[in-house]
């Protein structure tokens, strides 16, 4: 949803890039929670907004995985969702973010597996400290380590000769060892969020991108009356279709529907 406004004064036209929807629908494509925010907030940072509506509605839900696109890729968001729902964030890796998740960020410029040596807390974050291990190592490592650094890194014999060092953003731990044990059913899993592309699909068939108010609050009771009626048409498809994915085939309901008496007691069980 965005808007442009035109100075015809000064001939210039200037654009506000409006407001962005962001959703959490069940498997079958039904709306459970929504947000509407600012278009230039990041969608990993509304999620704590959307996870926390999710438990406001649904205070026993039990989620085992949250599906979302590459823009949710996101060290805090994979922590979100393990820490307030005991689940599992299943997204596509986002390139931009795969510097900070190197396999190979512990390992030296020799090749040693370097040593882990504490924590290091700073501000807002807190990062993991790796150390040459020849310099740390205890005794029974020691005998499996060269005696001195295989490529003579100028760190290991000159200045402090402190070895080197590197430090791993201990917020990726959740993230990385997801993404890393779920790879092999990473296909099968994340299909399923065509739901969620379904859902934006019917919405925009209400046109809703068009928007000719231009107030936050206004934007939102709009979208909250088309979730309202898209949760109505899951209803109707679950009573006369006896299946909730069965959304978009609204057009058909009427054909398909039962007798009135049957219908009755269809909704009442």
């Known amino acids: 949803m965005h808007y442009y406004s035109k100075n015809l004064s000064s001939k210039k036209t200037s654009f ?43 205070p026993h839900i039990n989620v ?35 510097k900070s998740d190197n396999s190979n960020s512990t390992i030296c410029p020799a090749g040693l ?23 740390i190592a205890n005794k029974k490592e ?9 490529i003579n890194h100028p760190n290991f014999s000159t200045g402090k000769k402190y070895g080197c060092t590197r430090y791993i953003n ?9 993404q890393a044990s779920l790879a092999n059913i990473f296909p099968s899993i994340y299909k399923k969020r065509k739901s969620v592309e379904l859902y934006f699909a ?19 009771n709009y979208v909250c009356i088309a979730n309202i009626g898209q949760a109505l048409i899951a209803l109707a498809a679950g009573a006369v279709l006896n299946d909730l994915t069965a959304i978009r085939k609204y057009k058909n309901f009427a054909e398909k529907a039962p007798s009135p008496d049957k219908l009755k007691l269809k909704l009442a069980a």
Request: aromatic share 10%; with cysteine; hydrophobic share 35%.
């Open 170 to 178: 201990a917020d990726s731990l959740i993230r990385n060892s997801i």
């Open 16 to 58: 506000f890039w409006g407001y962005r929807l962001h959703c959490i629908t069940s498997a079958e494509g039904i709306p459970i929670a929504f947000h509407v925010a600012k278009n230039k907030i990041p969608d990993h940072k509304v999620a704590n907004k959307l996870i926390k509506k999710l438990k406001q509605y649904n």
């Open 202 to 220: 019917r919405l925009h068939n209400l046109n809703i991108e068009n928007q000719t108010h231009f107030f936050l609050k206004t934007i939102r």
């Open 113 to 135: 597996k370097m040593k882990f040596n504490g924590f290091v807390r700073e501000h807002n974050r807190c990062r993991m400290k790796f150390r040459c291990p020849i310099k």
């Open 64 to 98: 085992k995985h949250v599906l979302a696109d590459a823009a949710y890729d996101n060290n805090s968001f994979y922590n979100l969702v393990f820490n307030e729902l005991n689940a599992f964030a299943i997204t596509p890796k986002n390139k931009r973010n795969s």
């Open 142 to 150: 020691a005998k499996e380590l060269p005696k001195c650094c295989p």
